[in-house]
């Protein structure tokens, strides 16, 4: 069944920020809108060719995964882990407040 | 023209046998570049960083190293220098996918591909501009700049690695490392007269390639000629336990099919015309080199066959939900917490955690970088993944059996590899539809991860580059180095040189005169 | 604000409990799921990190086999499907102590399909918990709330963020929905989750400490009206990481809802935090397509594949399981239920074993190890194993009793010397001059002596009234300083009241 093209509206462009933690502005929003309703327009159909019968594929090689042994490498150090830190205390990476589920 | 003029317009390899016959340095090859670097750079704009210290120490090195022990067990491409996109992961190099959101980062490692050259004595002399995020197909969409394209300085030199190609094309490096997920190679190497590969999916590791669309990333070379690019794939391509993806086989004999193919014997090779890559949306004078292309392969003995691959229209739908839905979650991680840029929010609103990472990224991500992050949230998202994402999934596996069909009755498959020449900045800024066309001929390669690479096949009507592609089978990168090798040749000998001989090269003019020896 | 609560034992009358457990279990292998980052509790902060557990751009991940095998393991001892392709997925969401703002977990190609686990209750029955999955994913860093109240997250300035956690992998095991426990609903669920900690260490795939955070579980509960009647909305209670937590958080979910269905109310479906201080629930945020993961597989990551003949391998190193053994060890040693769930408890079972092969007997060995040694380490604070006494050292000071060298005082003086650091039994025997005073002419005289100014006792003992015993013993003692032998005492006393 091939589902109807979708049209996005400011609100949803705004929520799809959300989910994306994109603070976008509304003007911003306005114009995803009109470009995303273009894009969506010529892309929804993939539909008309992804039959049933069609296996879908992640990744273009098939291969199956080489499991590492369990041995440990030199870690980076504190000093470089953190080095491109934008704000760090005692050793740690700071954040500003966390709210409990964000 | 200038010795130094004289030295930088070789190709790679005759760099290598200057090299290894004493008659230059590596230093001597470092330094040449970075003044032409010096001289290029105000009207071409290609790297984003110049690492000259690094590369000159690299230099030295590696010459001490030929003193004391000579070359053996060093590849044939040691000691040249070598740009690399700023997509790639460099220890103590500054390496910001040209977005603001990476601004300032220093990588404390190397990706595997800077390893290996590192191993092999090629000094890296710098970073060369892409659009953000590798995101683009015109190098416009750079946090930073914009790269001018070397034929004409008023135009684009394509992207994402518009750098690189324009890097390698105005000779301010004899070689370059790209990254192509939807032809960011090929494309600018089209536009720029450049030579630019795409290996097999998993043929070079991509640990260190900083992550666009992981399924669909792969870095390669981006050269002069189709030897050098031969022999650079030869140094980074291979296994790496480092990558899930990487395919575990020695690489194939690369360089070795390159020299084949300069003799020019095409005879027994079946080269397959794509029916759906040309026609409506091509330019003529596009057509009309690659027609005289195709014409030459035949000429030297290539039986030319129509195959027809039904699914490559839905190719480039395809791409833009896969690309997108991976760019989303691959870009999740830049939310200011661990390195790159950190903006608070504005006063008024909650100064928490998710409020810094929204405001971080609404100031640090361009605008294209936004619109795929907004689409491929859309396309994951639970009401649509079956619709969008699971179809385009559905969508690769057809035009991998497209390529299977097409490989039974041609050996190599040929297209032009962008429907135009190079644009004019802001041409197609402000309509993504039209921008995404330019990788129409491209894609397909990224979504069946088959080896692809583009030559220059001569000047279009206006006077700028066109492109020729070659597809090969999955892991046979070997099959279309031939073919290219010879149409190169082939070409060559009809242009009385390499194309950049109808190049011209104003910011070469200052250079010192005299020997650098 | 206190919510309404049903009496429990009405809820459950009126109500049948349905309920679902999301265990969390790290695994102990040396290096993270993804990269070859060392893993050590306690470390030093942002120290055991590479470029792909700090989720740096451009890094990879690449499976650790023994994260794999482990796993394997665990879905072999719960008895699940173990499918020879699986498939790692992202699971898209922000959170600052996730270095890639998503999660490697696996989704419609878990490494471990459906299975099942018997679990025993108190009165040793069984309730068979049925699982629906077993997959392999990887943890997050740690978030140390500053500013604020107790660390905690309310009212906290910022936060420090420690990687090191990032990236160790953990089994997470879900059951399906469980029906037909009735009142009993928390204490299968602490049943269960006690059986998996077992199992995990019978396997050592996993310290499995709550303290440590090395178990959590997600608590889901909802209740309707009988088996027929549909199901209601349920809660999800989250992070759970005490076996008591577990089960009041059932306790309390199933009183509050109750009450809320009984008032007219709805139950909304949301996460909610066990909270040890209140001893209830508090109710988060009400789920919206926020918690629309975005799953996809990871397109870093190919199938991973692990052999029928590897299954087998590793099916044929599975230790006996728990329940199993216990059921052995219990018979073997004559406990009844109640003895040998102490044990377990006070995770005893293993030094009992090690001490019954080195000589003592079964009940010997479990009064010293749940006795004197278990008093003791709940003192320090440690556990039994990390106490200075050996199994070998209690099976040689129950010998030194059986030998009649030592009575019960100087034998817990002995173990408390031992434990005291002052060495092997026989070093502290030695030191202290240990020695029971029992047939020579000392404790005669002692006893005589005892009688003698006891008269009143000796009258008491002769009419037949054997109460008074101990006063005599207890005299002979001070007068030995302890090193007679109560036994020996009472047959000398009884010996001279049946003389006289």
Known sequence: ?102 | MSAQEELVKQSASDMAAQLRSGQVSSRELVQAHLDVIEAAEPSIDAFLQVSADQALEQADAFDQRLAHDGAEGLPELAGVPIAIKDMIVTKGIPTTAASKILEGWVPPYDATVIKKLKTAGMPILGKTNLDEFAQGSSTEHSAFKPTHNPWDTERVPGGSGGGSASAVGAFEAPLALGTDTGGSIRQPGSLTGTVGVKPTYGGVSRFGAIAMASSLDQIGPVSRTVLDAALLQEVIGGYDRRDSTSIPNPVPPLAQAARQGQNRDLKGLKVGLVKELGGEGYQPGVEARFNEAVSLLESMGAEVVQVSCPHFPYALAAYYIIMPSEVSSNLARYDGMRYGLRVMPPEGVPQTAANMMAATREAGFGDEVKRRIILGIYALSAGYYDAWYGSAQKVRTLVIRDFEKAFEQADVLVSPTSPTTAFRFGEKMDDPLAMYLNDVATIPANLAGTPAMSIPAGLSDDGLPVGFQFFAPQMRDEVMYRPAAALEAALEEQWGGPISKKLSTPWLDGLAQGSTK | MAEKLMKYADAVAKYDPVFGLEVHVELCTNTKLFCPAHIEFGGEPNTQLTPVSLGLPGSLPVVNKTAIDYAVKLGLALHCKVNEWSQFARKNYFYPDMPRDYQISQYDKPLNGEGYLDVELDDGSIFRVPIERAHVEDDAGKNTHVGGADGRIEGADHSLVDYNRAGVPLVEIVTKPIEGAGARTPEVAGAYVRAIRDIVRALGISHARMEQGNMRADVNVSLHAGPDAPLGTRSETKNVNTFKGIEKTLTYEIRRQAALLESGGEVLQETRHWDESTQTTAGGRVKTDANDYRYFPDPDLVMVHVTKDHIEELRAQMPEMPRERRARLKKEWDFTDRQMQDAVNADAVDLIEDTVKAGATAAGARKWWLGEISREANARGVSLQELPISAQDVADVEQLIADGKLNDKLAKQTVSGVLAGEGKPAEVVKKHGYQVVSDDGALDAAVDQALKDNPDIVAKLKGGNMKPMGAIIGAVMRATKGQADAKAVSKIVMERIAKS
Do not use: C, W
């Open chain 1, 1 to 102: 069944m091939i589902s109807s093209m979708p049209t996005f509206t400011r609100e949803e462009i705004k929520h799809l920020g959300d989910l994306a933690r994109i603070a976008l502005t509304d003007q911003e929003a306005d114009r995803l809108k009109g470009e995303l309703n273009v894009i969506a327009d010529s892309i929804t159909k993939v539909q008309e060719v992804a039959g049933d019968d069609v296996p879908p594929t992640a990744n273009p090689i098939p291969l199956e995964a080489y499991l590492r042994p369990d041995e440990a490498e030199e870690p980076l150090t504190q000093e470089a882990a953190l080095s491109g830190a934008p704000v760090t205390e005692s050793g740690m990476f700071v954040a500003p407040r966390i709210l409990g589920e964000e």
